[in-house]
Each structure stands twice: as structure tokens, then as C-alpha cells.
């Protein structure tokens, strides 16, 4: 295998409906973005109100190798690759050959090994060791929630803009991690890299998840928490105080780092119903926008009591020098301000990271940036020991 060139990764996600590539270089011992190539079939699992897996994974087959040509393409240009609507019909304009040329400079390939859905997984998961073994290069497996944790841990150079200042990249341990998307909310402590313990998770929805069928069920679409969020910040941005409603904060002082969102998506479930029925309305998506927007409101303020308390408790716990709150639900704006004022108030020295809006989503350079502190650490298998696991866990 070829161990003597510069550390240059080719990552590859596709854990769930997203299929992306990315490359990730070093400058000055800091892992670097080189570009970021994302193609969605969310447009695909809107008409379903949720993602059918045999959907994603034939939109995953669809995507994956423009999705990587481009990655490489654009890796020599260090330009934003971010691209929804990467089709087919592209398929005939990739250059698939400057492509294969540019795979000389690969050093690694990192693929998503799990957790996710396994038809998706497997699509990222074979094209990422075929790559591995026809060009003899060491095949890095990485777990996703591992690589959210690292969207908040790394240098861009896309659109020529340079970070140059490391302490921007290099985080301090301890480290808490919250990680929350449609699929994951989970709290992590980590010592140094690769070293975690789990301290707490969802008990049963995912706060992503919560959202989701929470903005359904205002009619708001799929995936619906850009939706909902947005319903909520217009309601702060029209009234000094509280929403009038107050929706339970589930398991918030049981004494766990645990979380439980199942029972705060019914008690909105419970007081929508009883606005149809006061109002003689046929369904919830009819409820007026001035109550759609408290009721949106009150929803978050649960949430960012319930996450901000128990991220509390734990930065009073292990006293954290950074502090990560990362995955989709992180590009919540309110969210991300109320996490950042609890830690004001407890820990003040300590750092909160959040990624750059473009890696809150499902990308590759997370996984591309959790390789490259794998490969520090001599931790580099090979495309025969790599195994694909829906299931996999951080420890
Ligand atoms: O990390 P991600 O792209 O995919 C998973 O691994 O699940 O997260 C997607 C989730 C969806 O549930 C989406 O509604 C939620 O992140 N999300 C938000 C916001 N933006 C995305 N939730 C609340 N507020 C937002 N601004
Ligand atoms: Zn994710």
C-alpha cells in the first residue's frame, strides 16, 4: 500500500437519503476541506412525508459516482461543491476520466460504516471499497454520529476562503458532544480523540424526528423543522415574552443525561386536537397562523429547556473546555443561542463549536475530517477488514 504521499482523503457518505463526497487535505497539520459535494433526494421522500428506504437507497445508486467525479473535480478548485439537484442527466457530462486521473493524489478513502439505513450504507460503503481496492489505498470506516462531532472540528478552503487560525480547529478536551438530527440525539463526553463515553441519548424520538412530526401535523411538509423553527422565531420576534402555552419538558429532572421527546410531540398532538374541536376545524394544518406560530413556540422553548438543562448538568459534571452541539437540528438558530448562554452562565472559559451551516447536514467532509484524525492516531484498516453495520455504535 502507498503510505508515502500527502494525507489527501476522499470521504464518502450516503448513512440515509443524502449521497456525498468529499476531499480533505492537511495544511500546517490541520485538516483541511477541499471540497463538498452534497446531492439530497429529500425532494423524493416530501410526496411520502417521510423517507422510504427502498427510495433512498435507488436514489443513492443514482447519485454516487457524479457525486464523487465532481468532489474530485472540484478538490483541484477548492470551490463549494454543494449541489442539490445533481441528476441523472449529468451523468453524461461528468468527466469521469479526469476524475479517475485525479484519484492519483487520494491517499485514503473514508466511507460511513453506520449507523443508517443499510440499503443506502452499502451503495457508499462498495463504491468506497472498490475505490480502496483498485487504486491499493487504506480504507478508513467511519461512524456517523463520530463524524457530526468532527463537522465542528475542521479548516475550509472552499471558495478560497483560508482559516488560519488553528486554534479555530484543534479543540481542547474534555469535550461534551450533543449531537441531534432526524435520527440521533445523543450526548457524548470525549477525553481525547476516539476516546467517548456516552452519558445520555433519546429514549425514543429523535429531536430532529420530534420536528418532523411536528411540522406535519401543522401541515408545515417534510422534513418539516426549518419549517416549524421558522413559525417559532416569528412569534419571538412579535412578542417580548413566553408563548402562552406550556408544553411538558419530558424526563427533564430525572437525574439521567437521557432525553424523551415521544411524550412532548403528543401533548402538541393533544392541544392541536382540541383547537379543532373548539374551532370546528377539520384537521390541525387549518389552525390560524398567529396560533400555529405560539404553538411552534412553545414547542422550542421545551426542547431548549429539555437540551440546555441536561447539557448543563453535564458541563457542571466533567467541566468541558469545548463544548459541540452538531447534526441538522444544530442549524437552529435559537436553539445554538440558548446552548451558548447556558454555557455563559456556567462555564464561561469553555468554547461551544457548532459546524458551518453547510456541515450541519449529512456531508462527507465530516467523515473526511474524522478520518483524519483516525489516520493520526494509526487507526487505518483495509477494504477486506471494513464491515458495513445499520446498527453501528460509537463504542
Ligand atoms: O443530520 P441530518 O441532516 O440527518 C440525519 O442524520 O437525521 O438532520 C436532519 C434533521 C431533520 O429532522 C430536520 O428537520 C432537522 O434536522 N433540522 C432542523 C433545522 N434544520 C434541520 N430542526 C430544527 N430547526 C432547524 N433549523
Ligand atoms: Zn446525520
Known amino acids: 500500500m502507498n503510505r508515502e504521499k500527502d494525507i489527501k482523503i476522499l470521504a464518502i457518505e450516503t448513512s440515509c437519503d443524502e449521497t456525498a463526497a468529499a476531499v480533505i487535505s492537511e495544511v500546517k497539520g490541520e485538516p483541511v476541506i477541499l471540497s463538498n459535494v452534497i446531492s439530497s433526494s429529500v425532494d423524493l421522500h416530501a410526496q411520502t412525508g417521510g423517507i422510504v428506504p427502498e427510495v433512498a437507497s435507488r436514489a443513492q445508486m443514482e447519485f454516487i459516482l457524479p457525486v464523487i467525479t465532481k468532489a474530485l473535480r472540484e478538490s483541484r478548485q477548492a470551490v463549494s461543491g454543494d449541489d442539490q439537484k445533481l441528476r441523472n442527466s449529468e451523468l453524461g457530462t461528468c468527466d469521469y476520466q479526469q476524475a479517475y486521473e485525479s ?129 417559532a422565531s416569528e412569534f419571538r420576534d412579535k412578542s417580548e415574552i413566553r408563548s402562552p402555552i406550556n408544553f411538558p419538558r419530558p424526563i427533564m429532572r430525572d437525574g439521567t443525561y437521557n432525553f424523551s421527546f415521544s411524550g412532548l410531540k403528543t401533548a402538541v398532538l393533544i392541544y392541536t386536537k382540541k383547537i379543532v374541536a373548539e374551532l370546528n376545524l377539520s384537521n390541525p394544518t387549518e389552525i390560524d397562523l398567529a396560533t400555529k406560530q405560539e404553538i411552534a413556540a412553545a414547542f422550542e422553548e421545551a426542547v431548549a429547556d429539555v437540551l440546555s438543562f441536561k447539557l448543563g448538568k453535564a458541563i457542571e459534571q466533567f467541566e468541558p473546555k469545548t463544548v459541540v452541539f452538531a447534526g441538522g437540528v444544530s442549524a437552529n438558530k435559537y436553539l445554538c443561542e440558548r446552548l451558548q448562554s447556558k454555557l455563559a452562565e456556567i462555564s464561561p472559559n469553555s468554547e461551544l463549536r457548532t459546524p458551518s451551516f453547510n456541515l450541519t447536514g449529512d456531508n462527507a467532509a465530516m467523515i473526511g475530517l474524522t478520518a483524519y484524525h483516525h489516520i493520526k492516531n494509526g487507526q487505518v484498516s483495509d477494504w477486506r477488514s471494513a464491515k458495513v453495520d445499520a446498527n453501528l455504535k460509537l463504542i
Do not use: C
Open 103 to 231: 484519484l492519483a493524489d487520494i491517499s485514503h478513502i473514508a466511507v460511513t460504516a453506520g449507523p443508517g439505513l443499510i440499503g443506502s450504507l452499502l451503495v457508499g460503503f462498495n463504491a468506497a471499497k472498490t475505490l480502496a481496492y483498485t487504486k491499493d489505498l487504506p480504507l478508513i470506516a467511519v461512524n456517523h454520529i463520530e463524524g457530526h462531532i468532527y463537522s465542528a472540528m475542521g479548516g475550509s478552503e472552499l471558495g478560497g476562503e483560508t482559516i488560519t487560525n488553528s486554534q479555530l480547529r484543534t479543540p481542547s478536551f474534555p469535550l461534551i458532544a450533543l449531537t441531534v438530527s432526524g435520527g440521533h440525539t445523543l450526548l457524548v463526553l470525549m477525553k481525547d480523540h476516539g476516546d467517548y463515553e456516552i452519558l445520555g441519548g433519546t429514549i425514543d424520538d429523535a429531536v430532529g424526528e420530534a420536528y418532523d412530526k411536528v411540522a406535519q401535523l401543522l401541515g408545515l411538509g417534510y422534513p418539516g423543522g426549518p419549517a416549524l423553527s421558522k413559525l
